[in-house]
């Protein structure tokens, strides 16, 4: 188990909602951000969204006013609400994490997020 550690995710159904949560093992870590990827089959690894230390995010324009990205910077952690999920949701999310001290970034093991129609 690497330093980032995900959770949530399963089957949801059209119209439906799953969380995510991904936390930062450890208190050694400073992070200066933390975001939520995604890669269906047969396409590149895309942003779904981000959130900084600082609290600012961003959102890929197809999850905007769906999910929503938020965070606890006490527990290094951060959840993606998804919301009025569609088909083309489906994809493995992977959480990656910046951190600043110590200076390195990395990906969480991914989990995988199934919309049936």
């Known amino acids: 188990q690497g330093w980032l550690v995900e959770s949530g995710g399963g089957l949801a159904q059209a119209g439906g909602s799953l969380r995510l949560s991904c936390a930062v093992s450890?208190?050694?870590?400073?992070?200066?951000?933390i975001g939520w990827y995604r890669q269906a089959p047969g396409k590149q690894r895309e942003l779904v969204a981000v959130?900084?230390?600082?609290?600012?995010?961003n959102y890929a324009d197809s999850v905007k006013g769906r999910f929503t990205i938020s965070g606890d910077n006490a527990k290094n952690t951060v959840w993606l609400q998804m919301n009025s999920l569609n088909a083309e949701d489906t994809a493995v999310y992977y959480c990656?994490?910046?951190?600043?001290?110590?200076?390195?970034?990395?990906w969480g093991q991914g989990t995988q997020v199934t919309v049936s129609s």
């Open positions: 990656y994490a910046v951190s600043r001290d110590p200076p390195m970034d990395g």
């Open positions: 450890g208190s050694a870590f400073s992070i200066d951000a």
């Open positions: 959130i900084s230390s600082s609290g600012s995010t």
